[in-house]
């Protein structure tokens, strides 16, 4: 069955420590893929997404992510984290096109000052 | 660019009520809109995707005659949810494609309490 899979519910990481959320995609094909974040109470805001060519995509406030095909992964990093970036973020897929797109259920960042 | 809006952020109503959420596109056309919903610490569930001038795609399991679509126009679509219950409150987010087609767009979502 196609899924998409954000295996942390939970991450707490100290304010200048490095970040990386996992992300794994289950389809028959390489869907397109995102991230998005949600600050609380708040819509979800692009920051980055992976359609083809260099699997190491850049985005905005600093994050990136790669994706691995044969892993199934697309997962998001950071190499310091600040306090405002605590927030739920989302791995997203498509698989045709934008029209598609499915939700892993979330990763909540905390950031320890 | 590429701002949705929706309005109301956030809307309390008596059971048996209808309640109508609008999803605007600002500054841009937006050929396809999409409604989720999201439960308190839960991922988004896509609910439908409108497309202008045409009827609502709806995913499986949703009352598409509980939750009426419409997209009148290419910066405007309405989420109506019909005879509103409390286990309708939740958190209701649109998206529209932007405009180069390839990114959606969200509002800021829409908290609905149903008493």
């Given at each position: 069955a196609q899924s998409v899979t954000q295996p942390d519910i939970h991450i707490t990481v100290s304010e200048g420590a490095s970040l990386e959320l996992r992300c794994n995609y289950s389809y028959g094909a390489t869907p397109y893929l995102f991230w998005y974040v949600q600050s609380p109470g708040q819509g979800l805001q692009l920051l980055l997404k992976y359609?083809?060519?260099?699997t190491l995509v850049q985005g905005i406030k600093g994050f990136e992510a790669e994706f691995k095909r044969s892993q199934s992964s697309f997962n998001l990093r950071k190499p310091s984290v600040h306090w405002s970036d605590a927030a739920e973020y989302f791995c997203a897929v498509a698989l045709y096109n934008n029209n598609d797109m499915r939700f892993g259920a979330g990763t909540r960042l905390t950031v320890k000052p | 660019g590429a701002v949705v809006s929706q309005h109301p952020s956030r809307v309390i109503c008596k059971s048996g009520t209808s309640v109508k959420i609008e999803c605007r596109s600002l500054d841009f056309q937006a050929t396809t809109m999409f409604w989720y919903r999201q439960f308190p610490k839960k991922s988004l569930m896509l609910m439908a995707t409108s497309n202008e001038g045409s009827k609502a795609t709806y995913e499986q399991g949703v009352e598409k005659d509980k939750f009426l679509i419409n997209?009148?126009?290419?910066?405007l679509s309405t989420l109506t949810v019909t005879?509103?219950?409390?286990?309708?409150s939740s958190f209701y987010i649109c998206s529209a494609n932007g405009p180069y087609t390839d990114t959606q767009y969200f509002g800021p979502g829409t908290r609905l309490t149903v008493l």
């Open positions: 359609f083809s060519g260099d | 997209h009148a126009s290419l910066t005879s509103a219950h409390p286990e309708d």
